[in-house]
């Protein structure tokens, strides 16, 4: 595999001159809006990591808090942040936010590292938390609790915080929900500007495709970066969490300061947000002696919030349909996948390259691949398809979300008993009698839950499937997108609420079943 990261490498080293000055530019930015987010989202990352190791209230509402974060869409995101300082924010007033912060690059990072920092802490908790004790029991005997942090722990998961910095670098590649927002002119801002632009209606072979061709360089270069970072993770996984000395870590209880640091950190990243769009939510404009006066009154957030599924029905029901046949598509295909995988290293290979491509693929390349495909072979049975089902957006939202539905179902799976698939092995049960019998057999509440989580992320999903809707449909997503252009008003707040509420519902009935499947398992 790292001969072929290599190789992929090398051929694409001489591609890199034909890019524009216009590609440089995208790619610039692309980078310098993944090392500020990153700037903020790693350290900020840790210190939640190691504040969720303790026990008590704080560390566990913490660790939740960061759980139910990791599954909210970058466009709410936007929404929360966008309702306090954007154009109707309730900050408008204030001299700070008027017309300066909101229409530079400060927002979009923001936005970027609060949607991050979870998933880093996240990351870096799960190492912390399954990582083998031996070297830093040994060394606690002569060094303080710090020491032993700042030598001999955070150099054991410096793996995980580059995964981190890979992921994110990846996110701020592929998502436009921010930067389509602030107007910060990333390699996927451009494809998707190409795409307003009519760029890509005709085939690939009739317009030249300069812009793809360039961006499919990039896309190369990140691919390999990508699948050379995950097998730094798969030696990680094999050295630390299958190691003997692997044993889950004795929580201490929290002190005050770690208290009070969580505290603070839960304000900023969950309540600060969600206060954001409560006050804007219950904002509302009445008319006094004939001039329009702002007032802020719990009838009118009740309002907007009652009205939301009755207003947007029809983009709800198109986005409930199209996700609820994504995320059956995608779990099928990864108990596959990931199956195979566990009984080949061919398998295996192919899972993690198809698992570096997808993490690679900026959305609005896919939505525009998607359009190629449909232009260029013009037969009629495709432009039905296209025109007049959710065939595009479905294929969209299994090439975006691939990554998201891959991880929870290799973990499922990897983690069956050995013993009972050896045992069925070596009396010659088939392949496919041991997945049916032993494994979805086992774990068949846990691929339930799987289920409902990778239907969450569909629902949320924006970036790719949103050029391929069908004329007459229209997804939630979609429909936010536009909104946000316009600026956070109630009834946008109003939307955001309900939807984050529906989204964490659905993961966290999910993750209720996955649990419950591991305590039924006696894990």
């Known amino acids: 595999m790292k001969i072929i990261c290599v190789l992929i490498l090398t051929a694409a080293t001489p591609s890199l001159f034909r890019l524009t000055d216009m590609d440089w530019r995208a790619v610039t930015n692309t980078l310098l809006l993944g090392l500020s987010t990153s700037s903020i989202a790693i350290p900020v990352g840790l210190v939640l990591a190691r504040l969720c190791l303790y026990s008590g209230v704080v560390p566990r509402?913490?660790?939740?808090?960061?759980?139910?974060?990791?599954?909210?869409?970058?466009?709410?995101?936007?929404?929360a942040w966008d309702s306090a300082f954007g154009k109707?924010?309730?900050?408008?007033?204030?001299?700070?936010?008027?017309?300066t912060l909101a229409n530079s690059w400060a927002p979009a990072i923001w936005i970027h590292a609060m949607a991050a920092v979870p998933q880093v802490a996240l990351i870096v908790w799960f190492g912390l938390w399954k990582s083998g004790r031996a070297f830093e029991d040994q060394a606690s005997l002569d060094a303080d609790q710090h020491s032993v942090f700042w030598h001999v722990t955070l150099p054991r998961i410096l793996?995980?915080?580059?995964?981190?910095?890979?992921?994110?670098?990846?996110?701020?590649?592929?998502?436009?929900?921010?930067?389509?927002?602030?107007?910060?002119?990333?390699?996927?801002?451009?494809?998707?500007?190409?795409?307003?632009?009519?760029?890509?209606?005709?085939?690939?072979?009739?317009?030249?495709?300069?812009?793809?061709?360039s961006i499919a360089i990039g896309i190369i270069w990140i691919m390999a970066c990508c699948a050379?970072?995950?097998?730094?993770?798969?030696?990680?996984?094999?050295?630390?969490?299958?190691?003997?000395?692997?044993?889950?870590?004795?929580?201490?209880?929290?002190?005050?300061?770690?208290?009070?640091?969580?505290?603070?950190?839960?304000?900023?990243?969950?309540?600060i947000p969600a206060a954001n769009l409560l006050i804007r939510a219950s904002k509302h404009v009445v008319l006094v002696d004939g001039s329009p006066v702002p007032q802020y009154s719990l009838a009118n957030l009740m309002s907007v919030v009652s009205n939301v599924p009755q207003e947007f029905a029809t983009e709800l029901q198109w986005s409930f349909l199209i996700a609820a046949v994504s995320s059956v598509m995608i779990l099928t295909l990864a108990i596959a996948i990931s199956w195979m995988?566990?009984?080949?290293?061919?398998?295996?290979?192919?899972?993690?390259?198809?698992?570096?491509?997808?993490?690679?693929?900026?959305?609005?390349l896919i939505g525009t691949g998607l359009l190629q495909i449909r232009n260029g072979l013009e037969i009629g049975t495709v432009n039905w398809l296209f025109d007049r089902t959710i065939f595009a957006p479905v294929i969209a939202n299994l090439v975006f979300c691939w990554p998201m539905g891959c991880i929870p179902v290799w973990m499922i799976l990897h983690n069956t008993a050995s013993d009972s698939l050896e045992h069925a092995k070596t009396d010659g049960v088939s392949s496919v009698a041991r997945l049916l019998r032993i494994v979805l057999a086992g774990n068949f509440v846990a691929c339930c839950g799987c289920l409902l989580i990778v239907f969450a992320i569909c629902f949320g999903e924006l970036s790719a499937s949103q050029l391929v809707v069908p004329p007459g449909m229209d997804t939630l997503p979609r429909r936010m997108l536009g909104m946000l252009h316009s600026g956070v008003d109630d009834t946008t707040a109003g939307l955001t609420i309900v939807t984050v509420f529906f989204i964490l519902a659905i993961c966290g009935c999910g993750w209720t079943l996955v649990r419950l499947n591991r305590t039924d398992n006696g894990q």
Not at 168 to 197: F, H, K, N
Not at 343 to 358: K, P, T
């Open 61 to 79: 509402v913490l660790w939740l808090s960061c759980l139910c974060l990791v599954f909210v869409p970058l466009f709410m995101q936007v929404s």
């Open 88 to 99: 109707l924010g309730w900050l408008i007033n204030v001299q700070l936010f008027n017309g």
């Open 159 to 213: 793996p995980l915080i580059g995964i981190s910095i890979v992921w994110i670098m990846a996110s701020c590649a592929r998502e436009i929900a921010v930067t389509d927002i602030y107007r910060i002119g990333t390699i996927a801002e451009q494809i998707y500007l190409g795409y307003s632009l009519g760029e890509f209606e005709q085939p690939l072979r009739d317009s030249g495709g300069t812009t793809v061709v």
């Open 228 to 271: 050379l970072i995950l097998m730094a993770f798969q030696k990680y996984v094999d050295r630390y969490l299958r190691s003997d000395d692997v044993s889950v870590r004795n929580q201490q209880p929290a002190s005050a300061w770690q208290n009070l640091t969580g505290l603070i950190l839960i304000a900023i990243i969950v309540l």
């Open 341 to 364: 995988a566990i009984e080949s290293s061919a398998w295996q290979l192919l899972l993690m390259i198809s698992f570096a491509i997808c993490c690679s693929l900026p959305g609005p």
